[in-house]
């Protein structure tokens, strides 16, 4: 089993060192290639996302990415930033489903912005559609309006698109994972207002007619988004567009306490995918040790279990994740009264250490 891995930039080295070091500990038979991307690959080759990079990706069975990004490289053409790394990676490997699990876990339920009885227990799917939207549709750009409220203005616009399979495919996703949890789906949209999101619900109701075990309910964006803070255990899997998936997929993962906790996979049509935690590459605390590596670890048993077929390697992980938080380690994001605070390279070795069936010695709460 060959695992492209892609650090990138910021804290992506950091917390990716740690995710192969748990890894490594499985004794199972990976290989593990490395390959610059975002702004490291910039510095090094004068692109984001080099051809060296994608052929590597492309080859191997699963990627394991870090993050990508810096604000030095604001000024750069689009075509140059680090971001452009992960919209290509996606696009390349046809990634269209990004999958990001919003769990709550027991010993995190006070580091949640939200009541401690509000969250106690969220285990929600969020799957966002990838490759299509308002970020891939074409045509965009900037020009002097012809018409609207400003003829003669300069302007910006983009197009919001989706075509029928390209929402086909997503929904079934959805639905098939609905069948392995509560059944479940809540599709949302803003059918109220856009043409595409009418196109967008129509279409899940027709592919809802091959999943009559599973219920379907619809809801607009902005009653999902208020939705999700008042009540989001009424929630099981949530299914919609690449932009609203983007930003109901970062409120999602502060009611589980910290960015630093969310894991996501991103998969085409064959379980081939991507592996990434949620979060940028937080220039702020790049560097200082301190970043929460427990999303990227988790990343890779999402990866163990979707893409390589081993379910009960990536349960190991989880398992020995949450033996860490229960002895009461915790980073910087989700420390609170009375746990102990750590940095990335010592959560990692908890985590091995856990996974060893050593126990986590030593770990004294203060
Ligand atoms: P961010 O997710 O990097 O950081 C947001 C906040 O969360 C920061 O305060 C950061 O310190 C904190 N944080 C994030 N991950 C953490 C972790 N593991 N442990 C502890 N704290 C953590 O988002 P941002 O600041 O908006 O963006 C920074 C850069 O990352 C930008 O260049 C952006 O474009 C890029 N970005 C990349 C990806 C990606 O690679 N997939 C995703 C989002 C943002």
């Given at each position: 089993m060959k695992i492209a891995v892609l650090p990138g930039d910021g804290i992506g080295t950091e917390i990716i060192a740690e995710a192969v070091r748990v890894l490594q500990a499985l004794e199972l038979p990976l290989?593990?290639?490395?390959?610059?991307?975002?702004?490291?690959?910039?510095?090094?080759?004068?692109?984001?996302?080099?051809?060296?990079?994608?052929?590597?990706?492309?080859?191997?069975?699963?990627?394991?990415?870090?993050?990508?990004?810096?604000?030095?490289?604001?000024?750069?053409?689009?075509?140059?930033?680090?971001?452009?790394?992960?919209?290509?990676?996606?696009?390349?490997?046809?990634?269209?489903a990004n999958f990001r699990p919003a769990i709550c876990y027991e010993q995190l339920t006070h580091a949640s912005s939200l009541k401690p009885e509000l969250v106690a227990g969220l285990d929600i799917l969020i799957i966002r559609e990838l490759t299509g939207d308002i970020y891939f549709g074409q045509p965009r750009g900037r020009r002097v309006a012809t018409d609207g409220n400003f003829p003669g203005a300069e302007e910006a616009y983009d197009t919001m698109r989706y075509s029928r399979p390209e929402i086909e495919r997503i929904a079934h996703v959805a639905f098939q994972a609905a069948r392995r949890r509560s059944k479940k789906v809540t599709s949302v949209d803003k059918s109220n207002v856009l043409e595409t999101f009418q196109f967008w619900k129509d279409t899940v109701i027709e592919v809802h007619a091959q999943y009559p075990d599973v219920t379907l309910e619809h809801m607009y964006v902005d009653n999902a988004a208020m939705q999700l803070v008042k009540a989001p255990k009424a929630f099981d899997v949530v299914v919609t567009g690449n932009m609203f998936g983007d930003i109901l997929s970062d409120e999602a993962a502060m009611l589980t306490g910290s960015i630093g906790m969310l894991p996501s996979a991103s998969l085409d049509q064959h379980n081939k995918g991507l592996y990434e935690p949620s979060h940028g590459s937080a220039p702020d605390i790049a560097g200082k040790g301190v970043a929460n590596p427990l999303a990227t670890i988790l990343s890779a048993a999402m990866m163990l279990r979707y893409s390589l077929n081993q379910a009960a390697q990536a349960e190991r992980i989880e398992s020995a994740v949450q033996a860490v938080l229960s002895a009461g380690l915790r980073t910087g994001d989700i420390w609170s009264e009375g746990t102990r605070r750590v940095g990335t390279r010592e959560m990692g070795d908890a985590v091995v250490a856990a996974l060893g069936g050593k126990g986590v010695t030593g770990l004294t709460r203060s």
């Amino acid at each position: 089993m060959k695992i492209a891995v892609l650090p990138g930039d910021g804290i992506g080295t950091e917390i990716i060192a740690e995710a192969v070091r748990v890894l490594q500990a499985l004794e199972l038979p990976l290989e593990l290639e490395s390959a610059p991307v975002g702004g490291a690959a910039y510095e090094a080759h004068g692109h984001p996302l080099p051809e060296a990079t994608l052929a590597l990706a492309k080859a191997a069975d699963a990627v394991l990415f870090g993050a990508v990004g810096d604000w030095k490289y604001d000024k750069l053409p689009r075509e140059l930033r680090p971001e452009q790394a992960i919209l290509g990676l996606r696009k390349q490997l046809g990634l269209f489903a990004n999958f990001r699990p919003a769990i709550c876990y027991e010993q995190l339920t006070h580091a949640s912005s939200l009541k401690p009885e509000l969250v106690a227990g969220l285990d929600i799917l969020i799957i966002r559609e990838l490759t299509g939207d308002i970020y891939f549709g074409q045509p965009r750009g900037r020009r002097v309006a012809t018409d609207g409220n400003f003829p003669g203005a300069e302007e910006a616009y983009d197009t919001m698109r989706y075509s029928r399979p390209e929402i086909e495919r997503i929904a079934h996703v959805a639905f098939q994972a609905a069948r392995r949890r509560s059944k479940k789906v809540t599709s949302v949209d803003k059918s109220n207002v856009l043409e595409t999101f009418q196109f967008w619900k129509d279409t899940v109701i027709e592919v809802h007619a091959q999943y009559p075990d599973v219920t379907l309910e619809h809801m607009y964006v902005d009653n999902a988004a208020m939705q999700l803070v008042k009540a989001p255990k009424a929630f099981d899997v949530v299914v919609t567009g690449n932009m609203f998936g983007d930003i109901l997929s970062d409120e999602a993962a502060m009611l589980t306490g910290s960015i630093g906790m969310l894991p996501s996979a991103s998969l085409d049509q064959h379980n081939k995918g991507l592996y990434e935690p949620s979060h940028g590459s937080a220039p702020d605390i790049a560097g200082k040790g301190v970043a929460n590596p427990l999303a990227t670890i988790l990343s890779a048993a999402m990866m163990l279990r979707y893409s390589l077929n081993q379910a009960a390697q990536a349960e190991r992980i989880e398992s020995a994740v949450q033996a860490v938080l229960s002895a009461g380690l915790r980073t910087g994001d989700i420390w609170s009264e009375g746990t102990r605070r750590v940095g990335t390279r010592e959560m990692g070795d908890a985590v091995v250490a856990a996974l060893g069936g050593k126990g986590v010695t030593g770990l004294t709460r203060s």
